[in-house]
Nanobody
């Protein structure tokens, strides 16, 4: 079956860095666009950014210049490198795989990121 497993979350101080990983199985990874989303308590899920199957990237304005998405198709991994972290980046971060046609798509279980001193 399809699995997306995020890891790398934790507690980090403001201004710090963190790298999240997403391990995919059960899909032809290289054909999927890989997105990252986040959801803070009491808020709607927010799109963070995407890396397409061609490895082009796009980001939400709130993270542009601070976050970088990458992928390793051989290892079936996607990454979210986060720097200059702010308390408002605190959220559960989700990996999402979407076929370019829009369907099917899959979610990971999420990993918690807390930015606090």
């Amino acid at each position: 079956q399809v699995q997306l497993v995020e890891s790398g979350g934790g507690l980090v101080q403001p201004g710090g860095t963190l790298r999240l990983s997403c391990a995919a199985s059960g899909i032809t990874f290289g054909t999927y666009n890989m997105n990252w989303y986040r959801q803070a308590p009491g808020q709607e899920r927010e799109w963070v950014g995407v890396i397409t199957r061609f490895s082009s990237t796009n980001y939400a304005d709130s993270v542009k210049g601070r976050f970088t998405i990458s992928r390793d198709n051989d290892r079936r991994m996607a990454y979210l490198q986060m720097s200059s972290l702010k308390p408002e980046d605190t959220a559960t971060y989700y990996c999402h795989a979407r076929d370019p046609s829009g369907f099917p798509n899959y979610w990971g279980q999420g990993t918690q990121v807390t930015v606090s001193s």
